[in-house]
């Protein structure tokens, strides 16, 4: 085992258990009926009360590995954080319980690095309180988005301010109740070399200019929190916003999707975890041709493979979060691209057979597994697609054997 937990990320690891059983499972239910009776990207009152205690127990801003002094949170490492992702991968909103939900984290982590000191006390002060959410504005509806030098909306120099104008969709966060801002992805400079054009900036969610237009369902669902389609039209911001340097956004944007990927990769680990017990619970209660499920050969395959592909899929992210923390995400590009494959796929292999095992009710929403099993297909697109990763695996094991290949 390449990588070892430290006491405190063992010690946190166990009180995050502890505090899933005694309070947060206990009020999923309660949470699902306040969201239910809400609407759609509200926020549920049950969630103030379970913050307040997740804070009082000190399980705060886990995920970052580079928290200034005063600034609310325990620095963890990758490896440390991974197995306290995959527990709060169990239940949809146990991040945002501990402050630790998507885009919010991956954010928070570019606005430490990359944002300035005014915008780090308007902005990065309240997410790291968990006072307000944000979003993340990349994707657009008119490119092909999985080649991140395609983006579109310009961002232009004009005085003291920079004017955007464009579209984007999929903005992760955007319908939540409380977001109040977006980092957005543009293009700066569209002469200058293909990895150059682009550039990140903050804009207040209600600036003049920025329409919300739709929230797009997935599957159906409207996820929490929102992916909604954006129009930007002559929207005005301080120059002050822009994170780091003009023509720094496409690498800004990788730095923030490696440990982003071994989030999204070891939630997904829970949440097979989840529907495993799920499946063997529903298995031994429920009885076909006088044998409980749970005594048919199939099922005990199906049961074997997922604690299997589990075990695996977790060990293989541990060592990636372990490269991360040891080599940097450059030196860990090809397995953090390699999770980012394998690992969703294994999720919907498991959440697919306990949906089959629950039946007609496995897709209904009695049953959190047919919301789970369309989350987690979208992770095969998010963050870059599946194809694009399986093509820079296969391009830097290529060229260990010849450097000079070329395409």
Known sequence: MPYEFTPLGRSLLAQVKEFLEATVYPHEDRYLREYGELGEHSYPPVLDELKASAREMGLWNLFLPHLSQGEPGTKLSNVDYAPISEELGKVNFAS?????????????????????????????????????????????????????????LRIERDGDSYVLNGRKWFTSGIMADRCQLMIVMGKTDPNASRHLQQSMIVVPKDTLGVTVMRSLTVFGYEHRGGHGEVDFRDVRVPAGNLLGEEGGGFAISQARLGPGRIHHCMRAVGAAERALGMMIDRALVRSTFGRTVAQQGLVQHWIAQSRIEIDMAREYVLK??????????????????????????MAMRVIDRAIQVHGAAGVTADFPLADMYAYHRTLRIADGPDEVHEMTIARREILKRDPSFRL
């Open 96 to 152: 945002e319980v501990l402050n630790c939900s998507a885009p919010d984290t991956g954010n928070m982590e570019i606005l430490h690095l990359y944002g300035s000191e005014a915008v780090k006390l308007r902005w990065l002060a309240p997410l790291l309180e968990g006072d307000i959410r944000s979003a993340f504005a990349m994707t657009e509806p008119a490119v092909a988005s999985s080649d991140a030098t395609n983006i579109s």
């Open 320 to 345: 990636t979060a372990h490269l991360m923390d040891t080599v940097g995400n450059k030196g860990a590009a090809t397995e953090i691209s390699g999770i980012k494959v394998a690992i969703p796929k």
